[in-house]
């Protein structure tokens, strides 16, 4: 887990949750310190916004690259459609999930190599998607400054 603070007794519940608050700010930015992906012949850069497959730009909406990423970070897990709108569209109420298959359907487009039998964005019939990550190469976290 790897220690970097300590307090000392006598302590104010004040520091201490400052300090809480601290580790897990410094602990977000080490997640989004993660800009670039690849797997297949797609690298993606999420500092760029840019992806690129066989070498070839390939245009992607901001909630593609919001949906894209969430997949990425959560590899091989399955991922309900109403997860997907309250992390990628921040739904508190649900309009409809045809949102989440019409975007699926665009990655696919763009992303798959065979649309009808697609491996790295598969459907998990009556739950939702998974990104199946395979050869997936993600740089390790660098630490904040």
Known sequence: MGADDYVTKPFSPRELLARVRVAFRRLNQAAVNVEVFSFDDVEVNFSKMELHREGQLVPLTRQ????????????????????????????????????????????????????????????VHGIGYKFVGGTAHRPALTQPV
């Open 64 to 123: 593609e690259f919001k949906m894209l990423r969430f997949f990425l970070n959560n590899q091989n897990r399955v991922i309900s459609r109403i997860e997907l709108l309250n992390e990628v569209w921040g739904y508190n109420d649900y309009p409809t999930t045809r949102t989440v298959d019409t975007h699926m359907l665009r990655l696919r487009q763009k992303l798959e190599k065979d649309l009808d039998d697609p491996v790295r964005f598969q459907t």
